[in-house]
């Protein structure tokens, strides 16, 4: 099925927008989703991860949360590339991807030095850092 979907053909018929053709009621149903709805999803997640952020003290849910903004970010980006027709943004989510994934290898050692040192991941043990 998956070949079949990757066979069809699509014809352009203005800049970034993609009539498919009506053979495929798979592909049809996919091209009634409009921008709003991929920007609801991308503000959706963001504002999901910042919720998280703010509330939780937990230092690896509160890496997990800022991972959840960057794919709203980054659904976003990929949503108004699609509907413009250029892979500006496509491009600097690679990018934001390449960022998040040093961020996560940081992030994920400085959890563990800070687990050695006072055995808790708790945000409140660390916010009176004494040098």
Request: hydrophobic residues 60%; positive net charge.
């Amino acid at each position: 099925m998956l070949a079949d979907l990757c066979a069809q053909t699509v014809q352009v018929g203005q800049p970034g927008l993609a009539q498919l053709n009506s053979a495929t009621p798979t592909l049809a149903a996919l091209s009634s989703l409009a921008l709003s709805h991929f920007l609801m999803t991308g503000a959706i997640l963001f504002v999901l991860g910042l919720i998280g952020f703010v509330t939780r003290r937990n230092l690896i849910i509160m890496f997990l949360c800022t991972e959840m903004m960057f794919q709203g970010v980054v659904i976003s980006l990929v949503a108004f590339a699609l509907f413009h027709g250029n892979v500006t943004g496509q491009t600097f989510v690679i990018f934001v991807l390449t960022i998040a994934a040093a961020e996560a290898a940081l992030a994920l050692g400085l959890v563990v030095l800070l687990f050695r040192r006072r055995r808790t991941l708790d945000a409140g043990a660390w916010s009176a850092m004494s040098g």
